[in-house]
Nanobody, 124 residues
Framework: QVQLVESGGGLVQAGDSLRLSCAAS????????MGWFRQAPGKEREFVATINWTGDSTYYADSVKGRFTISSDNAKNTVYLQMNSLKPEDTAVYYCAATRTIRVVTTPGDINYWGKGTLVTVSS
C-alpha cells in the first residue's frame, strides 16, 4: 500500500500564492506518477496536474496552466504544487493522487491511491 499525506492548504486572498506538498510512503516503488486533483463544493473531483518521479513529464489542466507548477523531489518521495495568481474559483479541497501507470491519468476513477485532502480557500 501507499500512503499520501498533503499539507500546505489555507486561506489566502485572490492573487496570492500557496504551495502544497504531498509526501508518499509505503510501497512507493510501485508508483510511476503523482498528481493533484481538486473538488469544489457541489462539484465533481477534477484533474489539476500530474508529474512523473523524474520530473521530466508534466501535464496540467487548462484552467491552471501558466499559474500552477508541479514538481517532484524523488529523494524525499514528495510532490509539490506551487499555486500562483490564485482566484476564488480555485477554492477547493486539493487531493494528492498516485498511479501505478506511466501514462497520464486525468480521470479520478483511474487513480490508485488518494490522500485525504487539504482545503484551499481563496477570498475575493
Amino acid at each position: 500500500q501507499v500512503q499520501l499525506v498533503e499539507s500546505g492548504g489555507g486561506l489566502v486572498q485572490a492573487g496570492d500564492s500557496l504551495r502544497l506538498s504531498c509526501a508518499a510512503s509505503g510501497r512507493t516503488f510501485s508508483i510511476y506518477r503523482m498528481g493533484w486533483f481538486r473538488q469544489a463544493p457541489g462539484k465533481e473531483r477534477e484533474f489539476v496536474a500530474t508529474i512523473n518521479w523524474t520530473g521530466d513529464s508534466t501535464y496540467y489542466a487548462d484552467s491552471v496552466k501558466g499559474r500552477f507548477t508541479i514538481s517532484s523531489d524523488n529523494a524525499k518521495n514528495t510532490v509539490y504544487l506551487q499555486m500562483n495568481s490564485l482566484k476564488p474559483e480555485d477554492t477547493a479541497v486539493y487531493y494528492c493522487a498516485a498511479t501505478r501507470t506511466i501514462r497520464v491519468v486525468t480521470t479520478p476513477g483511474d487513480i490508485n491511491y488518494w490522500g485525504k485532502g487539504t482545503l484551499v480557500t481563496v477570498s475575493s
